[in-house]
């Protein structure tokens, strides 16, 4: 790959000697050229700005020193069809994020072109588009002063994805934004204990299914607590996302549990269970104290969870209730992925899950103990139920701590 970077601080590229792209350099996985904008200026001054078009603040960068730059670095198509690729960075561009890191380090030959002032003159950018690929790419919804820094941040980005870069391909497999979509899991080193801290029994344990599902669970939660936008809905097998729910979906939402409480009463031989009793008010009120997620086919609602945080005696402890599947639809699976799927959106400091259910509902309890939950016949349930715990997988020193 080819690299070159186009502005008037051509210094602020030192670091590119350091490091790893400076080693990929001398391996020859990379070939860099830094060039100062005023080289290709005509007058006695270098000037590279004039005064903006319609008035304003400011200055803009002049098109012709930027012409000639471009007219020295944009090579012809290679013998693979690939063209140049300008980078102009502005915080007007697309976001820069690692599918575009990944992107940028399939070509051949990047330039980077900084800008300074307000930017450069429109023409500039559309001369561009007509000899090689453009793109405008900003760092972040913010405005530096110079393109230099965010040229730097995309060649590191995009320059450690190139092959034989990295010692060890497999991190970048592993870490944030890679494939999975996901932020990476916490990530500790010897001492084993440090201040008091203590790396988690887990990852000392040598049982890499273990591991790696502890690291998927972690790495799932720190993503939903801190970039819940990063999270695709969870979706069933057959595509159907499971979303949260909206008052809206109060009304099916009773009638759901009607139906669903109706077999627990039976199963448990007792009618007042509070549940069966409730109002399209009491619906109303619990859905704006609960997470609660639904899951719709053709437009029915069929299925619902909720969860919140309780403060427990020994900590945070996630209450999940309501695991609802419509009738024609139990059996299918339903239970099971909801869940999972409450248990991974739960706040990163639950230190354990809680649930009831009623004392003679059997196949509600063998799935709970399928997904880890003990039953706790020492601790206290409503009349004809029972109450089952779990630890939640946490990254903190005494995983027990919070137990219930
Ligand atoms: N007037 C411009 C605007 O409001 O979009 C900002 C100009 S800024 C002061 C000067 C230069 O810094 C830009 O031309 C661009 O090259 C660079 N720059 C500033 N913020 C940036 C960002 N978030 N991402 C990429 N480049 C940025």
């Known amino acids: 790959?080819?690299?070159?970077?186009?502005?008037?601080?051509?210094?602020?590229?030192a670091p590119l000697t350091l490091s790893l792209p400076g080693k990929a350099a001398e391996k020859g996985l990379l070939e860099v050229g830094v060039h100062d904008l005023r080289g290709w200026t005509h007058d006695r001054h270098h000037t590279v700005d004039d005064t903006p078009y319609g008035g304003g603040?400011?200055?803009?960068?002049?098109?012709?020193?930027?012409?000639?730059?471009?007219?020295?670095?944009?090579?012809?198509?290679?013998?693979?069809?690939?063209?140049?690729?300008?980078?102009?960075?502005?915080?007007?561009?697309?976001?820069?994020?690692?599918?575009?890191?990944e992107e940028l380090a399939t070509r051949e030959h990047l330039v980077f072109a900084c800008g300074r002032y307000e930017g450069i003159?429109?023409?500039?950018?559309?001369?561009?588009?007509?000899?090689?690929?453009?793109?405008?790419?900003?760092?972040?919804?913010?405005?530096?002063?110079?393109?230099?820094?965010?040229?730097?941040?995309?060649?590191?980005?995009?320059?450690?994805?190139?092959?034989?870069?990295?010692?060890?391909?497999?991190?970048?497999?592993?870490?944030?934004?890679?494939?999975?979509?996901?932020?990476?899991?916490?990530?500790?080193?010897?001492?084993?204990?440090?201040?008091?801290?203590?790396?988690?029994?887990?990852?000392?344990?040598?049982?890499?299914?273990?591991v790696a599902s502890?690291?998927?669970?972690?790495?799932?939660?720190?993503?939903a607590q801190r970039r819940p936008d990063l999270l695709t809905p969870s979706v069933l097998d057959d595509g159907t996302p499971i979303v949260r729910a909206t008052p809206g979906d109060a009304g099916e939402l009773l009638t759901l549990q009607r139906a669903c409480w109706v077999q627990e009463a039976l199963a448990n031989d007792m009618l007042d269970i509070p549940a069966l009793h409730e109002s399209l008010e009491d619906v109303r009120a619990w859905l704006g104290e609960w997470d609660t997620y639904v899951v719709r086919r053709a437009g029915r609602l069929v299925a619902a969870v909720?969860?919140?945080?309780?403060?427990?005696?020994?900590?945070?402890?996630?209450?999940?209730?309501?695991?609802?599947?419509?009738?024609d639809l139990q059996g299918s699976g339903l239970g099971r992925i909801l869940l999972e799927h409450i248990q991974a959106v739960a706040?990163?400091?639950?230190?354990?899950?809680?649930?009831?259910?009623?004392?003679?509902?059997?196949?509600?309890?063998?799935?709970?103990?399928?997904?880890?939950?003990?039953?706790?016949?020492?601790?206290p349930a409503p009349p004809g139920a029972v109450v089952l715990t779990k630890n939640a997988a946490r990254h903190g020193t005494d995983t027990r701590r919070g137990d219930l």
């Not at 561009?128 to 913010?142: N, P, Q």
């Not at 990530?187 to 299914?209: C, F, I, M, N, Q």
């Not at 998927?216 to 993503?223: I, K, S």
Request: glycine fraction near 8%; hydrophobic fraction near 40%; avoid cysteine.
């Open 1 to 13: 790959m080819r690299l070159d970077y186009v502005s008037i601080f051509p210094d602020f590229f």
């Open 57 to 101: 603040a400011g200055m803009v960068m002049k098109p012709e020193p930027w012409g000639d730059a471009l007219d020295a670095l944009v090579v012809p198509p290679t013998t693979t069809g690939q063209r140049t690729t300008v980078v102009f960075t502005t915080p007007s561009g697309e976001p820069f994020d690692q599918r575009l890191a």
């Open 121 to 210: 003159d429109q023409r500039v950018i559309d001369h561009a588009r007509t000899v090689a690929e453009v793109r405008e790419v900003s760092l972040g919804d913010y405005v530096l002063n110079g393109g230099e820094v965010a040229a730097l941040a995309i060649t590191e980005a995009v320059v450690r994805l190139l092959p034989g870069f990295m010692g060890n391909a497999a991190s970048l497999v592993e870490e944030s934004h890679a494939e999975s979509g996901l932020l990476e899991y916490p990530v500790y080193t010897k001492p084993p204990v440090w201040r008091g801290h203590e790396v988690p029994a887990v990852l000392r344990s040598g049982d890499h299914a273990k």
């Open 214 to 223: 502890w690291r998927r669970e972690q790495a799932v939660r720190r993503t």
């Open 306 to 327: 909720r969860g919140r945080v309780e403060r427990g005696e020994h900590g945070d402890v996630w209450d999940i209730g309501r695991i609802m599947v419509a009738p």
């Open 347 to 379: 706040p990163a400091e639950v230190a354990s899950y809680v649930l009831f259910t009623g004392a003679a509902s059997v196949r509600n309890q063998r799935m709970y103990k399928k997904a880890g939950f003990r039953l706790r016949r020492d601790l």
